[in-house]
């Protein structure tokens, strides 16, 4: 059995030795002894690393050349100084005039993390599968403009009737243009092709649509349920099936909330209205297919805000770097929005105005706006 020398030099084995005071400060001093041992290597490092640093001490220091760092950063701070004092305008202070109006991180539902991405996304999607302005002249035969516009005026009110939400009436339109301007059909069918385009665009949008068998009672029964199944199946082989598309429901959503954090004061909900008004105002007119939905939307912020206040210019950086339009970009859709507004045609379709002349929405169709001067663009 192994065995240890104690330091009378005897000889005990191990396990019976007692564990006496004196046993144990021999054990105690003997793990002191090894311990010391082991770290003597780091102490002699130590000792000679505190002499090397006190032979650097004693050396003359080598001096900081500030000239060349005076050269490097007084010019920069020099031109922020400038900026700041004179107030010139440059890149960083239009950036600086911008609020960010995707800061806001708790609501889920605005996607403020990807919203820029998602708009420059529909900005590009908005440019593919445009109708033809003039759609009208180049293939159908059978209809007219206002045969269109009486459509629209009577599907407004289907809308309202079903209480459907905005975004089902402007996809309906955009529907029905799109296939008019690839599809000749007789004026006796178009009323069907209305309903049929509602009838996918509330299945699209909707999270209870209308059956089908409602919509062929709005018609008082012109049409059956088969006429309705067998023109829905035509509208979607011409999209391929792929119906969706950015309306200027869709960008007026973004713009005004850019317009709402540009304002000093509180959001303005007279003025949603309006700019709802104006660009529903729009879809009766055929002149402004020839204008972007982008463009559409951010004129009617742009003649809302100078219809409710004529004291302050209506557009901003804020809203110039959101809509990506500059004042001078609206100039023609602001005129001609004004004019739908004002009624200079004397368009006699009154749903869209009736509508809103509702107190619920304010009454901002009896709103008018005052001329615009060339100043404003």
């Not at 009110?157 to 799109?178: A, F, G």
């Not at 990506?324 to 602001?334: M, R």
């Amino acid at each position: 059995m192994k065995k240890e020398n104690d330091v009378s030099g005897s000889t005990i084995p191990l396990h019976a030795r007692p564990l006496t005071r004196a046993y144990s400060k021999m054990i105690t001093s003997s793990e002191v002894d090894a311990t010391t041992q082991s770290l003597g290597h780091v102490a002699r490092a130590n000792t000679k690393r505190a002499a090397l640093d006190e032979k650097k001490a004693s050396a003359p220091k080598k001096r900081a050349v500030l000239k060349d760092i005076t050269n490097e950063i007084s010019p920069k701070l020099e031109t922020v100084k400038q900026i700041e004092k004179v107030g010139a305008v440059s890149t960083v202070a239009k950036i600086l005039k911008v609020i960010d109006i995707d800061s806001d991180e708790k609501d889920p539902l605005l996607c403020s993390l990807y919203a820029p991405e998602i708009y420059h996304n529909l900005r590009v999607a908005e440019l593919q599968r445009r109708p033809f302005p003039d759609y009208m002249e180049r293939i159908q035969r059978d209809l007219t403009w206002t045969m269109r516009g009486i459509l629209v005026d009577w599907l407004v009110e289907v809308s309202e009737e079903y209480k459907l939400v905005p975004d089902t009436l402007y996809l309906t339109m955009y529907l029905i243009d799109w296939f008019l301007h690839g599809n000749y059909i007789e004026r006796q069918r178009l009323q069907l092709l209305g309903v049929t385009c509602m009838f996918i665009a509330s299945k699209y949008e909707e999270i209870f649509a209308p059956r089908i068998e409602e919509f062929c009672f709005i018609t008082d029964n012109t049409y059956t349920k088969d006429q309705v199944l067998e023109m829905e199946s035509q509208v979607l082989k011409h999209f391929g099936f792929q119906i969706y598309t950015p309306t200027s429901k869709t960008f007026l959503r973004r713009f005004l909330r850019a317009a709402h954090a540009s304002d000093l004061q509180k959001p303005s909900v007279e003025m949603e209205f309006l700019a709802n008004y104006l660009i529903e105002l729009t879809l009766i007119d055929y002149e402004f297919l020839k204008f972007l939905p982008s463009v559409i939307a951010a004129s009617a912020v742009f003649l809302a805000k100078w219809t409710l206040n004529q004291s302050s210019h209506p557009w901003n950086p804020t809203l110039e770097h959101y809509t990506t339009f500059k004042a001078s970009d609206l100039k023609a859709s602001v005129h001609a929005l004004q004019d739908l507004q004002l009624n200079t045609k004397g368009c006699t379709l009154t749903s869209i105005r009736l509508k809103y002349k509702q107190e619920k929405l304010k009454s901002v169709a009896v709103l008018s706006s005052p001329e615009l001067p060339d100043r404003l663009f």
